[in-house]
């Protein structure tokens, strides 16, 4: 009993130096998708089922999870699960203590990454960023600056200021209402997203959104819209994208996303359906479910899973165009944890002949933000295995395979590789590679990009 105590005191004391050193929280009302580290602890408890809440649509509403956090008893949990409670309780309490409320970014890459994975870095060529940030009982705004060096809408590099990851957010009662651009990740999945996954510069618009608790049927549920101005070659460049989501049983979480780009002068109504002849306006519908398996238990250790599946519509079309399924697991060992993260990505004939016919003319591909697709409408039929590891001193790893369709006959292979130090308090050094197999036709291909922030 005396070395169980000692040993969870350890746990205790570790977990907090961990955080103050991460320091991965704050001042936002919500919690953005920028960290993978955050995110897998969050999902940790949802598959315990610990949360009741859906919580597949980011940025998330702090508000929306906290008095699901507030009814656990932490001391029924084994130490794994309080591992990943602590966590995500100290970047809750940041955000409402209004901590570390300004940011410096700098990160440089050999050449700007086509990832659009969940938290993706430096896909930019180099970056600059400095932000500062005020979260209050019902309001909040960060004015970030940011320098940086990226391909544009017609995939040509080009330097500019901006001030994405800038907004301002209102709330009153369960609603909110924002205006500016921020990273948003609308789905289940981690590495393919058909609806909004990362995007290479944030999309600036307005965003009305609203959450529901313990209805009839649906029980917890959110509900969101979003207007905007994409860069696209094309002249769809408006965006209007919709999104419900809700979690009948803490098990279960379902998704369903509408969204719609035009021309300024190609808009004829929301939800009423496009002809697949329109060129002023293109829509697609996506749906997203995931199933969290029953928790293996092990003495202090807690294996936790769910299985997910996201699909998409062709363009212009109701008929099935791509599927994503996933499985993703996350157990401890000692005092360091590994999640596994297995998707495979499959379009059918008719969303084949969409991916092929936008590759070879992208200025009729759908969702394109700065040559990079926030539905995927620009990634063909893949397949991906990924492991988030933690260390016991708070490195954190993130290795990648995956094998991916060319619009040549032959797949290629590739692997990333990354590592997240932590230099001191508030410091963090990001270094990572990516590496894509030789080809019959061309050489095997390196690049390397590095980051560093500094939260105070």
Request: proline share 3%.
């Given at each position: 009993?005396?070395?169980?105590?000692?040993?969870?005191?350890?746990?205790?004391?570790?977990?907090?130096v961990s955080f103050?050193?991460?320091?991965?929280?704050?001042?936002?009302?919500?919690?953005?998708?920028?960290?993978?580290?955050?995110?897998?602890?969050?999902?940790?408890?949802?598959?315990?089922?610990?949360?009741?809440?859906?919580?597949?649509?980011?940025?998330?509403?702090?508000?929306?999870?906290?008095?699901?956090?507030?009814?656990?008893?932490?001391?029924?949990?084994?130490?794994?699960?309080r591992q990943s409670?602590?966590?995500?309780?100290?970047?809750?309490?940041?955000?409402?203590?209004?901590?570390?409320?300004?940011?410096?970014?700098?990160?440089?890459?050999?050449?700007?990454?086509?990832?659009?994975?969940f938290s993706a870095?430096?896909?930019?060529?180099?970056?600059?960023?400095?932000?500062?940030?005020?979260?209050?009982?019902?309001?909040?705004?960060?004015?970030?600056?940011?320098?940086?060096?990226?391909?544009?809408?017609?995939?040509?590099?080009?330097?500019?200021?901006?001030?994405?990851?800038?907004?301002?957010?209102?709330?009153?009662?369960?609603?909110?209402?924002?205006?500016?651009?921020?990273?948003?990740?609308?789905?289940?999945?981690?590495?393919?997203?058909?609806?909004?996954?990362?995007?290479?510069?944030?999309?600036?618009?307005?965003?009305?959104?609203?959450?529901?608790?313990?209805?009839?049927?649906?029980?917890?549920?959110?509900?969101?819209?979003?207007?905007?101005?994409?860069?696209?070659?094309?002249?769809?460049?408006?965006?209007?994208?919709?999104?419900?989501?809700?979690?009948?049983?803490?098990?279960?979480?379902?998704?369903?996303?509408?969204?719609?780009?035009?021309?300024?002068?190609?808009?004829?109504?929301?939800?009423?359906?496009?002809?697949?002849?329109?060129?002023?306006?293109?829509?697609?519908?996506?749906?997203?479910?995931?199933?969290?398996?029953?928790?293996?238990?092990?003495?202090?250790?807690?294996?936790?899973?769910?299985?997910?599946?996201?699909?998409?519509?062709?363009?212009?079309?109701?008929?099935?165009?791509?599927?994503?399924?996933?499985?993703?697991?996350?157990?401890?060992?000692?005092?360091?944890?590994?999640?596994?993260?297995?998707?495979?990505?499959?379009?059918?004939?008719?969303?084949?002949?969409?991916?092929?016919?936008?590759?070879?003319?992208?200025?009729?591909?759908?969702?394109?933000?700065?040559?990079?697709?926030?539905?995927?409408?620009?990634?063909?039929?893949?397949?991906?295995?990924?492991?988030?590891?933690?260390?016991?001193?708070?490195?954190?790893?993130?290795?990648?395979?995956?094998?991916?369709?060319?619009?040549?006959?032959?797949?290629?292979?590739?692997?990333?590789?990354?590592?997240?130090?932590?230099?001191?308090?508030?410091?963090?050094?990001?270094?990572?590679?990516?590496?894509?197999?030789?080809?019959?036709?061309?050489?095997?291909?390196?690049?390397?990009?590095?980051?560093?922030?500094?939260?105070?």
């Amino acid at each position: 009993m005396k070395s169980l105590l000692l040993s969870l005191n350890r746990v205790a004391l570790l977990c907090s130096v961990s955080f103050f050193i991460i320091n991965s929280a704050n001042a936002s009302p919500w919690f953005e998708p920028d960290d993978v580290y955050l995110r897998s602890d969050l999902q940790v408890l949802a598959d315990a089922g610990l949360i009741n809440s859906p919580i597949n649509t980011y940025p998330l509403k702090w508000a929306r999870i906290n008095a699901d956090l507030e009814k656990v008893d932490v001391s029924q949990l084994p130490l794994s699960l309080r591992q990943s409670y602590a966590h995500v309780i100290y970047a809750l309490q940041g955000a409402f203590l209004d901590r570390n409320n300004q940011r410096f970014k700098a990160g440089y890459a050999s050449k700007a990454r086509n990832d659009s994975s969940f938290s993706a870095p430096m896909t930019q060529k180099w970056r600059s960023l400095s932000s500062y940030e005020i979260t209050a009982h019902d309001y909040a705004y960060r004015l970030a600056v940011n320098y940086q060096n990226q391909p544009n809408k017609y995939g040509n590099n080009s330097s500019e200021f901006s001030l994405d990851n800038s907004f301002f957010a209102y709330s009153f009662g369960n609603a909110s209402v924002s205006v500016g651009s921020i990273q948003r990740w609308w789905g289940p999945t981690w590495i393919y997203n058909l609806a909004w996954g990362h995007t290479r510069s944030t999309i600036p618009g307005v965003d009305f959104a609203y959450d529901g608790y313990d209805w009839p049927l649906i029980g917890n549920w959110h509900i969101e819209t979003f207007i905007g101005n994409a860069k696209t070659p094309n002249a769809n460049h408006k965006q209007w994208s919709s999104r419900f989501e809700f979690s009948p049983i803490n098990w279960l979480d379902i998704g369903v996303s509408y969204q719609k780009w035009f021309s300024d002068h190609g808009f004829n109504g929301y939800l009423t359906g496009v002809s697949g002849s329109n060129d002023l306006q293109q829509d697609q519908y996506s749906g997203d479910i995931r199933l969290s398996l029953p928790t293996i238990n092990f003495r202090q250790m807690a294996v936790t899973q769910s299985l997910y599946a996201q699909g998409s519509s062709l363009i212009n079309e109701q008929s099935l165009g791509s599927m994503v399924l996933g499985w993703q697991s996350q157990f401890n060992i000692g005092q360091q944890y590994f999640r596994w993260i297995v998707e495979t990505k499959t379009l059918t004939s008719d969303g084949e002949a969409q991916w092929r016919a936008g590759m070879a003319n992208r200025t009729i591909m759908t969702g394109l933000h700065n040559q990079l697709a926030i539905n995927n409408s620009d990634i063909g039929n893949s397949k991906a295995v990924k492991l988030i590891w933690v260390t016991p001193n708070d490195w954190q790893w993130a290795l990648q395979g995956q094998r991916y369709q060319t619009v040549s006959a032959q797949d290629q292979d590739s692997a990333t590789a990354s590592i997240t130090i932590p230099l001191a308090k508030s410091n963090r050094l990001t270094l990572g590679s990516d590496y894509i197999a030789a080809s019959s036709r061309d050489a095997a291909q390196w690049s390397y990009w590095a980051s560093w922030e500094f939260r105070f």
